[in-house]
T-cell receptor
Framework: AAGVIQSPRHLIKEKRETATLKCYPI?????VYWYQQGPGQDPQFLIS???????DKGSIPDRFSAQQFSDYHSELNMSSLELGDSALYFC????????????FGDGTRLSIL | KQEVTQIPAALSVPEGENLVLNCSFT??????LQWFRQDPGKGLTSLLL?????REQTSGRLNASLDKSSGRSTLYIAASQPGDSATYLC??????????????FGQGTILTVHP
């Protein structure tokens, strides 16, 4: 069965650079969530989209923005990168919000030098 | 604000033992509770999802229970195997307010099953 696809798998950037992470949800899933997992931490919710509209917002810095496109894939744009942004970034998708399980991608490991 | 706590933080057992992982949450107004497995540096694999109207779910050697009124869930693993070694995370989806399905995670239980 098709799963959530994230790209790239690994990304190395320097401070103050920008990065774009991509997420392709499971086919027919209309909801995408982004989470950030720092070293030794549990995943923290960043932002979500339902039917291409932002549906919820968590602890996402103003330097970050995201959107969901007409084909339901989503991109997380990160600017002015800081050392503290080094983390594993997960995307999850579901059919609708709340009731259905979320299925996670393998994540993008972002390292800031 | 929902807070999810998992006990114990780490657990080491010999192969073959039955074990229980605990998860508690402060706000009982949840849509569902989901258990995940995470291998080091890897993604999250969904194990079981319990809807708020359900008491338990089973998948193979795994059984998860939910007691909304007391704010608790348990994950029972029968006949543990070395391949079960991983971090187990529980996460709740809260109902109502402006929450639209975001997961609130506990900090996980690191399980080691030794041969």
């Amino acid at each position: 069965a098709a799963g959530v696809i994230q790209s790239p798998r690994h990304l190395i950037k320097e401070k103050r650079e920008t990065a774009t992470l991509k997420c392709y949800p499971i086919p027919r899933h209309d909801t995408v969530y982004w989470y950030q997992q720092g070293p030794g931490q549990d995943p923290q919710f960043l932002i979500s989209f339902y039917e291409k509209m932002q549906s919820d917002k968590g602890s996402i810095p103003d330097r970050f923005s995201a959107q969901q496109f007409s084909d339901y894939h989503s991109e997380l744009n990160m600017s002015s990168l800081e050392l503290g942004d080094s983390a594993l970034y997960f995307c999850a998708s579901s059919l609708g919000t709340g009731i259905q399980p979320q299925h996670f991608g393998d994540g993008t490991r972002l390292s800031i030098l | 604000k929902q807070e999810v706590t998992q006990i114990p933080a780490a657990l080491s057992v010999p192969e073959g033992e039955n074990l229980v992982l605990n998860c508690s949450f402060t706000d009982s107004a949840i849509y569902n509770l989901q258990w995940f497995r995470q291998d080091p540096g890897k993604g999250l694999t969904s194990l079981l999802l319990i809807q708020s109207s359900q008491r338990e779910q089973t998948s193979g050697r795994l059984n998860a229970s939910l007691d909304k009124s007391s704010g608790r869930s348990t994950l029972y693993i029968a006949a543990s195997q070395p391949g079960d070694s991983a971090t187990y995370l529980c996460a709740s989806v809260n109902a109502g307010g402006t929450s639209y399905g975001k997961l609130t995670f506990g900090q996980g239980t690191i399980l080691t099953v030794h041969p």
